[in-house]
């Protein structure tokens, strides 16, 4: 056999060899992706706390007041917070 057909074989042979390599490793790397999306476990959805009651729309300015008053006592005994003291304030007022 002539060294150029022996050379000209050996390019075929190497270029289908690369092809079936390139072809192998795109396949496994996608099977390999979702194998490890299958892995990863969905991370549950905390559960929201319930919302505070609400105050009646309807409360008058006078209860309001009231509320007010005590909740100043509670703050000047110790009792709550600075912060307590506005969370507990705007939900009051609102």
């Known amino acids: 056999m002539s060294f150029l057909r022996r050379a000209g074989r050996v390019a075929v042979a190497s270029s289908i060899h690369g ?3 390139r ?4 396949r496994w790397a996608a099977e390999d ?3 490890a999306a299958q892995a990863q476990p969905v ?3 905390p559960d929201l706390p319930p919302l505070p009651p609400q105050a009646a729309p309807t409360a008058s300015m006078d209860a309001k007041i009231e509320q007010l008053t005590k909740l100043g006592e509670l703050k000047n005994a110790g009792v709550l917070s600075d912060a307590e ?8 007022l609102a």
């Open 23 to 26: 072809r192998q490793r795109t």
């Open 33 to 35: 992706q979702a194998r």
């Open 43 to 45: 991370p549950p959805i």
């Open 19 to 21: 092809n079936v390599q």
């Open 85 to 92: 003291f506005e969370i507990q304030k705007a939900r009051i």
